[in-house]
């Protein structure tokens, strides 16, 4: 169990937790704040402790001058960024007591982040559903579209996180992209491997092919034209960005891409260009019931062949 917080969720978004040094160079907890967050104004930050809106773990507030090392750890409530509206709708496909599982666009990402934090998946549907403990059960990039899992009660989102975990979710996504020159088909289905590893403050992962593999993909054509070609993907690992960068090490990098093959300067998104990956199927044994469960996207990528 994490530790819970002891604000409420508002507005569909949950406080965050800070935590704080019991011991350092700063005399009090909002002068270490000030340090950490040093691209906030830093009267703006004191006021809101003046405010009463940093919290300690019973809920009491903090002060000006609550000093170092009498708290562990803080909780408060990010102030909303200004954020460009994401103008698609999340779909909800099933909801049950303990699973909701619905239809994610393209540019929405899965939780809160960044720039995002209404215009993210988990603040849409608590919002729309009333269900405050809503999480996540696995996540989805915020560029690709299609099926996401979401738990209701914290008594029963462990069996369904273990699910994943324990890699028991076959899990099938479809990708498009442009055709390369002299494409061969002939070579496909295959499986693909490598050794993925994400360095921490790199928005890209890298590839090490000196080390046993650790990702896996079975890659299979759906259809291809004079344009571009349609490929299936089963993953049988889940590392951040895999199909992605499976596909670009195949010559097929996924048409919209700005990550791979090549990382291309940040650009604003161009809603008419989504990212051509879409998670197709979700199928599995509830752990719950034991019931063969399936579920499959009502969405589809816009460059398919038709």
């Known amino acids: ?6 604000l409420p969720v508002r507005d569909g978004v949950g406080a965050t937790r800070l935590h704080v040094p019991l011991h350092g160079e700063w005399p009090t907890v909002a002068a270490y704040m000030v340090e950490r967050f040093f691209h906030l104004e830093p009267e703006r930050l004191l006021v ?11 809920g009491s507030a903090l002060t000006r001058d609550t000093p170092l090392g009498a708290e562990e ?10 954020e460009r509206e994401i103008p698609f709708d999340v779909e ?4 049950d007591d303990d699973l909701v599982v619905v239809d994610k666009p393209h540019f929405l990402p899965t939780t809160p982040g960044g720039k995002f934090l209404q215009n993210s998946a988990l603040v849409r549907l608590r919002n729309l559903l009333g269900i405050p403990e809503l999480t996540p059960i696995h996540r989805l990039d915020r560029a690709t579209a299609g099926l996401l899992m979401f738990s209701t009660r914290p008594e029963t989102r462990g069996a369904y996180q273990l699910l994943f975990e324990n890699r028991e979710v076959q899990k099938v996504y479809e990708a498009v992209s442009p055709r390369p020159a002299g494409w ?3 070579r496909f289905p295959l499986v693909y491997r490598n ?4 360095n921490r403050g790199e928005v890209c992962v890298r590839v090490d092919d000196e080390r046993e593999p650790n990702s896996e993909t079975l890659i299979e054509i759906l259809d291809a034209d004079h344009r571009v070609v349609h490929t299936l993907l089963r993953p049988h690992s889940g590392k951040m960005h ?15 891409d700005g990550f791979y093959p090549v990382l291309l300067p940040e650009t604003p998104d161009d809603f008419a260009k989504p990212l051509q990956l879409l998670a197709r199927e ?3 044994a509830d752990p719950l019931s034991g019931e063969a469960r399936a579920f499959t996207t009502r969405r589809r990528l816009q460059e398919a062949p038709a």
């Open 48 to 58: 809101r402790f003046d405010r009463g809106e940093i919290v300690a773990r019973d």
């Open 195 to 198: 050794h993925i590893v994400k």
């Open 242 to 256: 895999q199909l992605r960068v499976h596909l670009a090490a195949l010559g097929l990098g996924i048409l919209n």
């Open 73 to 82: 750890f803080v909780w408060y409530y990010r102030e909303p960024p200004i």
């Open 282 to 284: 979700l199928r599995f």
């Open 1 to 6: 169990m994490g530790m819970p917080s002891p």
């Open 184 to 186: 061969d088909p002939s």
């Open 92 to 95: 909800l496909l099933h909801q």
